[in-house]
């Protein structure tokens, strides 16, 4: 490596547990980390900036504007929008700089909604998303597109992430923005306080995902910047199925809640069977292999220590 490790998204979820990682591999004093605090990166002439203040060598761009199936379903053009742009101007710039590497996550919604699991990468393409997240989705999917254009044209060598079902500390508990396990914990843990009696749940709970700890994800990314050429995309997931009653009764046991839980039918499931194939990553010799029940532990952990007693937010 001759220079600089440009972090983006540095604040956000998978960012928090990348940026030690990287720190760790190149030294701290090589990752430049930054956040939209920084540089707004729907903004090209913000975008130059960054690339003229940093001069980095290697991107690893996590930024990305997400939040749970509530907030897609009610902001579907704000995250079309947003992730297009995110991810074109810094594509852009990157390959004009000549960055030797650029490290690049989108989300396993994406995949067509009929889609067979276990999904492997050859299926990305082959059908449309599930609905309700269709306008993040297929924004996030221009990136691989994004990949393999500025690889022919300016020689940039990208290669895309595609993290499972991504749950652990500094995720998004906000009420409305977030994904099934933080908004459970969030749920639980507020109920278990006020003393309720029952918990309501949206959907069946018969889905079925492949949860993984973002900090497994992370400890893999360093592989894909220093000895992996290829465009991908890379599945990095445990291929295991959870239910998400399964993942309910978990949560609420570890948690103490003992109340009932109800689940309201008239709010959507989304996709029934989402596990993705983990194959092409086991041969590259790795893996997440976090326990389910351990990683909880862990986000469960983190939340009671940032959640204010005071206001019922957390301190992120």
């Given at each position: 490596?001759?220079?600089?490790?440009?972090?983006?998204?540095?604040?956000?979820?998978?960012?928090?547990?990348?940026?030690p990682?990287?720190?760790?591999?190149?030294?701290?004093?090589?990752?430049?980390?930054?956040?939209?605090?920084?540089?707004?990166?729907?903004?090209?002439?913000?975008?130059?900036?960054?690339?003229?203040?940093?001069?980095?060598?290697?991107?690893?761009?996590?930024?990305?504007?997400?939040?749970g199936?509530?907030?897609?379903r009610?902001?579907?053009?704000?995250?079309?929008?947003?992730?297009t742009?995110?991810?074109?101007?810094?594509f852009?710039?990157?390959?004009?700089?000549?960055?030797?590497?650029?490290?690049?996550?989108?989300?396993?919604?994406?995949?067509?909604?009929?889609?067979?699991?276990?999904?492997?990468?050859?299926?990305l393409?082959?059908?449309?998303?599930?609905?309700?997240?269709?306008?993040?989705?297929?924004?996030?999917?221009?990136?691989?597109v994004?990949a393999?254009?500025?690889?022919?044209?300016y020689?940039?060598?990208?290669?895309?992430?595609?993290?499972?079902n991504?749950?652990?500390?500094?995720?998004?508990?906000?009420i409305?923005?977030?994904?099934?396990?933080?908004?459970?914990?969030?749920?639980?843990?507020?109920?278990?306080?006020?003393?309720?009696?029952?918990?309501?749940?949206?959907?069946?709970?018969?889905?079925?995902?492949?949860?993984?700890?973002?900090?497994?994800?992370?400890?893999?990314?360093?592989?894909?910047?220093?000895?992996?050429?290829q465009?991908?995309?890379?599945?990095?997931?445990?291929?295991?199925?959870?239910?998400?009653?399964?993942?309910?009764?978990t949560?609420?046991?570890?948690?103490?809640?003992?109340?009932?839980?109800?689940?309201?039918?008239?709010?959507?499931?989304?996709?029934?069977?989402?596990?993705?194939?983990?194959?092409?990553?086991?041969n590259?010799?790795?893996?997440?292999?976090?326990?389910?029940?351990?990683?909880?532990?862990?986000?469960?952990?983190?939340?009671?220590?940032?959640?204010?007693?005071?206001?019922?937010?957390?301190?992120?």
């Amino acid at each position: 490596m001759t220079g600089k490790v440009l972090l983006t998204g540095a604040t956000g979820f998978l960012g928090r547990h990348t940026k030690p990682v990287l720190e760790a591999q190149y030294g701290v004093q090589n990752v430049v980390a930054v956040s939209s605090a920084d540089f707004d990166l729907m903004n090209a002439l913000d975008v130059k900036r960054m690339f003229d203040e940093i001069h980095p060598c290697i991107v690893v761009h996590l930024a990305a504007y997400s939040g749970g199936i509530g907030a897609n379903r009610t902001y579907p053009a704000d995250f079309y929008f947003r992730n297009t742009l995110l991810t074109a101007l810094t594509f852009d710039e990157a390959a004009r700089r000549k960055v030797e590497k650029f490290v690049y996550t989108m989300g396993g919604c994406s995949y067509p909604a009929t889609a067979e699991s276990p999904i492997d990468e050859d299926q990305l393409f082959c059908g449309y998303p599930q609905a309700e997240s269709a306008g993040y989705s297929t924004a996030k999917m221009m990136g691989l597109v994004a990949a393999r254009s500025y690889k022919e044209q300016y020689g940039l060598n990208t290669t895309v992430l595609i993290p499972g079902n991504l749950y652990g500390e500094f995720d998004n508990f906000r009420i409305g923005e977030s994904h099934v396990v933080p908004a459970m914990i969030r749920r639980y843990f507020e109920a278990k306080r006020a003393g309720k009696p029952f918990v309501e749940m949206w959907g069946s709970g018969a889905p079925t995902r492949d949860f993984t700890y973002a900090g497994d994800v992370a400890n893999c990314i360093p592989r894909f910047v220093d000895d992996y050429d290829q465009i991908g995309p890379v599945n990095l997931c445990t291929a295991k199925s959870t239910s998400i009653m399964t993942l309910s009764q978990t949560i609420a046991r570890l948690i103490g809640f003992d109340g009932e839980i109800r689940w309201d039918s008239s709010k959507p499931d989304g996709q029934l069977v989402k596990i993705f194939s983990n194959q092409r990553m086991l041969n590259l010799g790795l893996s997440c292999a976090t326990p389910l029940e351990e990683g909880l532990e862990r986000t469960i952990d983190w939340m009671e220590r940032e959640y204010d007693l005071h206001t019922g937010e957390l301190r992120l």
